[in-house]
């Protein structure tokens, strides 16, 4: 009993800190999704709305277009990001020359803010200045304008995803792959198991784990990306890279539409819930069920 | 099935050599049994056999093919690690199965030949279960299940009953002699175990730091030892030693221990004065009025048996023998040896004599 009370003392601390910080502002955004609420209209009361908000999002082309294009986003990044990973990450478990010096700068892009990988993307791939545009024109004589291109504009920042986000998943790989036993390795070698079977019989299963945790930080992380693509292209052109992040800053800020942005950030939210609940289902459940 | 050759191997980890030059000829459907103390490089000429660990130097052949470059998967072998090595995210029967799997065996065959595996090893219960739910033993067999159900060219089996019960331990002995029996493979069996050793090997392969010390029969070796090293090995309880030399007395040649203690010596054509290692087994002494005097130091009886150790001077030995016998500590008790069963080496190269 009384260690019990010390650890809710201990405890309290962290408790008031998620709970002022999360759990309140979850709340209240809750709250205002079924609101009517602009602060800085001449009439900043809020006004309940019932259902409105969710029934408008329904209809919302431009909200459907953003989480089309979001998912889309999300594919190709996260996929991307997991095969270049584990490419990288079996390349470091060997020994090369110049390793440690390759692997710091390999982590490099995870320690800057988005905001500043947005903005140095965007001067590298500005038409006339950038070096990337430059480049490309000069050795294959392509021209790219994220300006103008929807699809340069996408595969842009799906790149630059890619560049900044790639790192996390190799660490976290390397992690998985150093701490696997050795033994099961050598015995499937001894069963007959090719380098193919050996993936996806013996390495696949056994860092399951680790991927689907990767996984899931990518996926939560992807799908609100804001202040990269806010800095490099504004969503544009047109809505190509209007992603759900982006569509709520816009509906919430210029707009000053906070009832409604609230509703699409509950929608999205649940909709990640969503997503992950099936990635675990189809990944890790069928193992703890057989169990 | 194949015979194997083991041609003046060579082991390096980096700059640490452990594997001094090891030579041994496996008959096709032999049953080898690797001996030696604990970091002798027992684990490691397996694993060189099986194609894990490079050999540094000499050459391996399975067959008629030298396999130094030859890939595990392609050597044909079926190993049982030390450490079970099982796949942890695999049931029991995937685990046993796998190497079936891998060859694209058909499904029924699969089935048939893991039910049946399960059955020798008695895991049938536990075929859904997962690694980490069973025991040591259970994990053992399951690693066993494993390279049974294959039909190899060399079965390798690491200390594979090492985590049984005695009685687990006596029914899987026969489990894998019998299955020796049946399929004639050639096998090469790491063990601790003494009675393993002596009773299934045809062929017992002594080996110490990294060189063999002396490859034979289980009974030659028991019997004619070529050194100290294999003569304390081989044999539980193990041989006595005594040191000394040989001395004549008024015609009649004996041994003389450092300590004085007179032993009777057999036909040797050392000559008077040699030094020597007196080797003498527990269980080919008797108890017997006409014996050597020695002092009761402890008696163990094991019921079937009864182990008298007794000392002169700084001179110990143990001898087991067949009747009851109660003694105090201290008192005299006569030890009688017959010279036919004496092992003589020599002091300084602890070669036999
Ligand atoms: N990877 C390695 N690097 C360096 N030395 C090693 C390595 N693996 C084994 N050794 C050394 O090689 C020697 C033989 O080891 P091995 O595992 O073959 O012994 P063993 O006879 O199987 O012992 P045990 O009966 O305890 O299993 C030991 O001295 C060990 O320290
Ligand atoms: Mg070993």
């Keep these: 009993m009384q260690s019990n009370r010390l650890g809710w003392i201990l405890l309290a601390p962290t408790l008031a800190i998620l709970f002022f910080f999360g759990v309140l502002p979850f709340i209240y955004v809750v709250y205002v999704s079924f609101h009517q609420w602009n602060p800085f209209a001449a009439d900043p009361t809020m006004i309940f709305n019932g259902a409105d908000n969710f029934r408008k999002i329904v209809f919302d082309a431009e909200f459907l277009n953003s989480v089309g294009v979001t998912v889309l986003f999300v594919l190709f990044a996260v996929i991307s990001e997991l095969v270049v990973g584990y490419i990288l990450a079996q390349a470091f478990m060997k020994e090369f020359p110049g390793k440690a010096i390759f692997r710091t700068i390999h982590t490099l892009p995870l320690i800057m803010a988005p905001i500043i990988v947005g903005s140095v993307w965007k001067l590298m791939m500005t038409p006339s200045i950038g070096i990337i545009p430059h480049y490309l024109n000069e050795w294959f004589g392509i021209t790219v304008n994220i300006g103008t291109s929807p699809v340069a504009a996408f595969a842009t920042i799906i790149i630059m995803d890619i560049w900044h986000w790639t790192p996390l998943v190799t660490l976290t790989l390397i992690a998985a792959l150093v701490s696997l036993p050795p033994d099961p390795f050598e015995q499937a070698q001894i069963d007959g198991a090719n380098k193919r079977q050996i993936f996806f019989h013996i390495t696949v299963p056994m860092i399951a784990p680790a991927v689907v945790a990767t996984v899931f930080i990518r996926l939560m992380d992807a799908l609100r990306t804001v202040d990269e693509v806010w800095m490099l292209t504004g969503g544009g052109p047109g809505s190509a890279t209007r992603f759900v992040g982006v569509h709520i800053f816009k509906e919430v800020f210029p707009k000053t539409n906070y009832g409604y942005g609230s509703t699409i950030s509950v929608i999205v939210l649940y909709l990640t819930i969503v997503a992950c609940w099936l990635l675990y289902v189809t990944m890790l459940a069928p193992r703890s069920k057989k169990d | ?353």
């Design chain 2, 1 to 353: 099935m194949a015979q194997v050759k083991i041609d003046n191997v060579i082991k390096r980890y980096g700059s640490l050599q452990v594997m001094h030059g090891v030579n041994v000829d496996i008959n096709d459907g032999e049953f080898v049994v690797l001996v030696g103390p604990s970091g002798c490089g027992k684990s490691t000429l397996l694993r060189m056999l099986a194609g894990l660990e490079e050999i540094s130097d000499g050459t391996i052949s399975i067959g008629e093919r030298v396999v130094n470059d030859v890939p595990p998967k392609e050597r044909d072998i079926a190993m049982v690690f030390q450490s079970y090595a099982l796949y942890p995210h695999k049931t029991v029967y995937d685990n046993i199965g796998f190497p079936l799997k891998m060859a694209k065996r058909p499904q029924d065959e699969i089935d048939r030949k893991v039910t049946g595996a399960a059955d020798i090893l008695d895991l049938t219960k536990y075929l859904k279960r997962y690694p980490k739910e069973l025991s040591g033993g259970q994990r053992q067999r399951v690693a066993m299940g494993r390279a049974i159900v294959r039909d190899p060219q060399v079965f390798l089996f690491d200390e594979p009953l090492s985590n049984l019960d005695a009685k687990l331990r006596v029914t899987m002995r026969v489990e894998i002699k019998e299955l020796h029996q049946r399929l004639g493979t050639t096998i090469v069996y790491v063990t601790h175990d003494q009675i393993e050793a002596m009773t299934m090997a045809d062929k017992i392969v002594v080996m110490r730091d990294g060189r063999v010390e002396q490859i034979g029969a289980p009974l030659d070796l028991y019997d004619n030892p070529a050194n100290i090293f294999v003569a304390g090995f081989i044999g539980s309880p193990s041989m006595n030693f005594v040191h000394g030399q040989i001395v004549n007395e008024g015609g009649v040649r004996q041994f003389r221990s450092d300590n004085g203690l007179m032993l009777p010596l057999p036909d040797t054509s050392a000559p008077d004065g040699t030094k020597v290692t007196y080797g003498i087994r527990p269980e080919h002494i008797t108890i017997a009025d006409h014996g050597v005097p020695l002092r009761v130091v402890v008696v163990e009886p094991t019921g079937s048996e009864t182990q008298v150790f007794a000392k002169h001077g700084t001179d110990f030995i143990d001898a087991m023998v067949k009747d009851r016998f109660k003694a105090a500590p201290n008192s005299e008790v006569r030890f009688a040896i017959d010279p036919a069963n004496v092992h003589l080496f020599d002091r300084e190269t602890e070669q036999r004599l």
